[in-house]
């Protein structure tokens, strides 16, 4: 489970800092990976409304965002935006990423490409406000919600905290650490208590991130499906990529992953039901359920869609076996 931070605050050592830090070491100790992305150090560009996102479904700016900034946000299981208030907003530097996430509101509204994890990705809101305002977070939320759904991401957690102003204030409020407690184990919960299926190719790049894809879309978040590499590929295959994306499904800034990485943090914690590898020569979680499809490596445009046409069958079949089993055991 791959928990990504956004800290908005360009304090160091500040009141939302203390929150996604403590957030982020419950995610750990429940056996996420994490990452913090400090939005104060990026050096991105605002949005220039130029409207290529929504006619074309990419940003032309040049800079962090793309492809690693947004490779990330679509990476992730959770997304977590952590900001102090700012004239009844998050901070300047959070709001520069939140605008440049228009392209994922473009690809999603107006090219109408679906996202794969739009049923399992989460949200979760971290805020501290020096003043006691009654209406003080109301625009910090809209701005959340609104940026959630950009992403394809559920916003189910929200933590915000008034009348801490010294850094490191928010610390002393009664409850927050039980609060962060109990979100962070909720979020996790809505994760780990899922079946998980791993899709393995060689490369990670174009069959088995169909698969994945096409499981992701058929479980609607009831089942955890991963995809993995023997020797994982630096991109997508833009055969895959244009394939799915005439399926009406989103790939683009999937990153392929590797198999030993899930191996030493997903495996040890979580068994599988099921591995289905595309590679039939190789065995690569032993004492896991394997499934082999012999499914060859498509290198044209007519193979490809051959392939995920095989692909889609198969998956849909898989996941429908899955469910009926685990309404049966319920």
């Known amino acids: 489970m791959f928990v990504l931070g956004l800290q908005g605050s360009p304090r160091k050592k500040g009141n939302s800092d203390y929150l996604l830090t403590e957030f982020l070491k419950i995610c750990e100790e429940k056996g996420a990976r994490t990452r913090v992305i400090h939005m104060d150090n990026l050096d991105i560009q605002p949005c220039k409304e130029l409207l290529v996102c929504e006619k074309k479904g990419f940003c032309p700016l040049k800079d962090e965002m793309d492809p690693h900034i947004y490779g990330l946000i679509h990476r992730a299981d959770v997304v977590v935006l952590a900001s102090p208030v700012f004239f009844y907003n998050v901070s300047a530097q959070a709001k520069i990423l939140i605008d440049r996430c228009q392209m994922f509101w473009g690809r999603k509204y107006k090219l109408k490409l679906a996202d794969p994890d739009a049923g399992s990705r989460q949200g979760v809101l971290l805020s501290a406000a020096a003043s006691g305002g009654r209406r003080l977070f109301e625009g910090v939320e809209l701005t959340a919600h609104y940026f959630f759904d950009a992403i394809s991401a559920e916003f189910t957690e929200s933590l915000t905290y008034k009348k801490v102003e010294s850094a490191g204030a928010v610390a002393k409020v009664p ?48 089942i955890r499906v991963l995809s993995a590499g023997i020797d994982p590929a630096r991109a997508i295959q833009p055969l895959a990529r244009d394939y799915m994306a005439a399926q009406g499904i989103d ?46 490596e498509p290198t044209d445009p007519e193979s490809t869609a051959l392939a995920g046409k095989d692909i889609q069958a198969r998956v849909d079949a898989l996941v429908s076996s899955v469910k009926h089993d685990r309404a049966a055991n319920r």
């Open 175 to 222: 409850g927050v650490d039980t609060d962060i407690r109990e979100a962070a184990g909720r979020v996790m919960a809505a994760v780990q208590n899922k079946p998980v299926l791993v899709f393995v190719s060689q490369k990670d790049a174009c069959r088995s991130q169909m698969a994945a894809a096409y499981a992701k879309k058929a479980a609607q978040g009831d």
């Open 251 to 296: 790939i683009k800034y999937r990153l392929p992953g590797s198999l030993d990485a899930l191996r030493a943090e997903e495996f040890s914690r979580v068994l599988p039901f099921c591995v289905v590898c595309l590679e039939p020569e190789v065995t690569p979680v032993p004492g896991v359920k394997t499934l082999f499809w012999d499914l060859p």
